[in-house]
């Protein structure tokens, strides 16, 4: 029955059902061939294009379409490395124009030591995209405010950082996760920063609809293996918290019953 349950619990982003809760990037892998290879044990049926930096134009050199079928799996472009609005608005239209993408992840960067993502800049992008008719699904800081100034533009994802990209440091501030998760009925999705599996089941568990991993697989130790953790994590964390947590108390109560006792 729980089963069940958990199968009826839909992910749709931008209108599109999918799934996978899981995520995944496309950089930082040995090879391409690891890269397939990973995202097919992770179960993910999105994944993450850096337009600026993966290949999947020219057919002198290895594309990405050769390991990884977009009939299959939905291609995801990002604007990764871009550091002004017309960056990123130039890299999102390049995207439409050479694959006629619509669902696209912002973020716009506003430091190359940290990658914090610059909102100024990324609050006017996701305005501007969303008029143009892409569906945004927005890489951003995990200030509640900001989050709902992108809701009120248009996005159709939010997607807090939970610690600078690649740290692996893991989810820094619950609450505020908590609050933004409160007030949208937007796709709420962890992007940035975790390092383990278990990072990605306390953010399911905190409400989050999914998580974006890159770093944290791509980097680790054996790839494969930390790609289906990811996946069952997910997958846990989901069921744990559609099933409802019981309270926490300061004071320890008995799980069995205190009347008939011999």
């Not at 337009?51 to 134009?57: A, D, G, H, K």
Request: charged share 25%; net charge positive.
């Amino acid at each position: 029955m729980e089963e069940v349950k958990l199968n009826k619990d839909s992910f749709i982003i931008g209108k599109k059902k999918f799934k996978s809760r899981l995520i995944v990037g496309t950089g930082k892998y040995k090879s391409m061939s690891d890269c397939a290879k990973a995202i097919n044990l992770s179960g993910a049926d999105i994944v993450t294009v850096a337009v600026r930096r993966v290949n999947i134009t020219n057919k002198n050199k290895p594309l990405l379409m050769d390991y990884i079928d977009p009939k299959k799996i939905t291609y995801l472009p990002n604007t990764a490395g871009c550091f002004t609005s017309k960056e990123a608005l130039r890299t999102l239209r390049l995207a439409r124009e050479i694959g006629g993408w619509k669902l696209v992840k912002l973020e716009v960067l506003g430091d190359k030591k940290n990658l914090f993502p610059e909102m100024i800049e990324t609050l006017k992008s996701t305005e501007i995209l969303s008029k143009e008719g892409f569906k945004v699904m927005v890489y951003c800081n995990d200030d509640p405010l900001m989050a709902k100034r992108l809701e009120n533009v248009g996005a159709c994802a939010i997607m807090p950082l939970a610690a600078p990209i690649g740290s692996g440091l893991g989810i820094l501030n619950k609450v505020n996760i908590r609050i933004i998760r409160k007030q949208t009925k937007l796709p709420l999705i962890i992007d940035a920063g975790l390092g383990q599996a278990s990072d990605a089941t306390i953010a399911m568990e905190l409400g989050c609809d999914g998580v974006l991993v890159n770093t944290a697989i791509a980097k680790a130790k054996k790839p494969f293996d930390m790609a289906l953790a990811f996946k069952n994590a997910v997958i846990a964390g989901r069921q744990s918290y559609l099933s409802g947590r019981i309270e926490k108390n300061l004071m320890g109560k008995a799980s069995s019953p205190s009347e008939g006792i011999i």
